[in-house]
């Protein structure tokens, strides 16, 4: 068998760190692959006027799954500012390339574990019966529909008189109908039949492996009547197929309510992209928060890992890396996973839970310091030796 090609593309900021850091690791566990650079981020919107060159989709074309990074977005006026001045006055529109890899690639399928490790100290607690004190052990599957939804780019400011004319064939639209279209600004949130039954079934398949006893479709049917109502829809034709997986529903504001007061009772949540991405970052608060945040995108041709914070700049810039490597660390271990190298992903995974219980080695997120450079002073670990721990556990 040939020997595997990852495409790496640490991006912006604090992705440039901990890409490498996660490389280190793959290499400690036996991990063998080639690796080659791939060029995505803020860097090459601003020189080149795209963030996501062709070469990139190139190489991902070639090698069908890529290891990524952090990158930076911004608002569209503060994009365009920062062009290079030939490139300036040419209508060139900032979209986000992670959004952009997931719609190019039909990378349907946002797989983000939630998961507790003992001995956190950024771990969920409540009060329980006689003021006591618990922590629940948190084992949620965020499964998010990741190329429809509002994030599909389907959207208009200053809408034509041709798409003013297409909406307002809508009867709601009657409440706008005196609205100029140069104070209008729309976007639509789109759900496919197929897209809806592709990650339900995906869903329920994972939960069937790994012996999870519910699938939760996380949606506001009685609201958004036509998008969500299609996926809850699909999820109870396709639940009949798992008569031993129950299906609950829940919206997503109780649900964000709920979050803190039963999470260890949910095992799969189904939600549409904008859903999925909101309580899967609520998920991720209890467990650690985005220092523990780690996910893969999933086509049929093509898989790219990517931990789910951002590029944090300002940290990029600190003389000793302070931020936390453990989410990228997971999602290299994800990537394993996909590969059919599951012992290594296992043995990644106890490394990071037996420095996390030791206790000993802290980065100052899990030391609750606000995040400065001095923390390193004040007994925080840096990037690099909280790295250095996990590969000594491995």
Known sequence: MSKRTIVTMPGDGIGKVVLDESLRVLEAVGFDADYVHADIGWEFWCREGNPLP?????????????????ITSKPKSNAAAELCPELKGK??????????????????????????FPGNPLNF?????????????????????????LYAGVEWSNPSPDVRKMLETHPKMAKFKD????????????????ACEYILRKAFEYADKFGYKSVTVCEKPNVIRETSGMMLAMGQEIAKE????????????????????????????????MFGDIV???????????????????GETCAVFEPTHGSAPKYAE???????????????????DSLDETEKADRIRKAIGAVIQEGKVRTYDMLKLKGS?????????????????IIERI
């Not at 062709?54 to 952090?70: C, N, P, V, Y």
């Not at 209508?91 to 507790?116: A, K, M």
């Not at 609950?248 to 549409?272: C, F, H, R, S």
């Not at 450079?373 to 721990?389: F, K, N, R, Y």
Request: glycine residues 10%; charged residues 15%.
């Open 280 to 298: 899967s970052d609520g998920f991720a608060g209890l467990v650690g928060g985005l220092g523990f945040a780690n996910s893969a995108n999933i």
């Open 125 to 149: 607690i409540r009060r329980g019966p006689g003021g006591t004190v618990e922590e629940p052990k948190v084992d949620v599957v965020i499964f998010r529909q990741n190329t429809e939804g």
């Open 318 to 336: 600190y003389p000793t890396s302070i931020v936390n490597p453990i989410a990228m660390i997971l999602t290299a271990a994800m990537m394993c």
């Open 242 to 273: 798992f008569p031993h997986i129950a299906l609950w529903d829940t919206n997503i504001d109780a649900q964000m309510m709920w979050l803190t007061k039963n999470p260890e009772d949910y095992g799969v949540i189904v939600a549409g992209n």
């Open 54 to 70: 062709q070469r990139t989709l190139d190489l991902l074309s070639e090698h069908g799954i890529g290891l990524f990074g952090a």
């Open 91 to 116: 209508d060139l529109v900032y979209y986000s390339p992670i959004v952009g890899l997931r719609q190019h690639f039909d990378l349907q399928l946002c797989i983000r574990p939630c998961r507790t």
């Open 179 to 194: 609205v100029p279209s140069e104070d209008l600004a729309i976007s639509t949130r789109i759900f496919t039949r197929p």
């Open 373 to 389: 450079p001095d923390v390193i002073d004040q007994g925080a670990a840096s990037t690099q030796q909280m790295t250095d721990a």
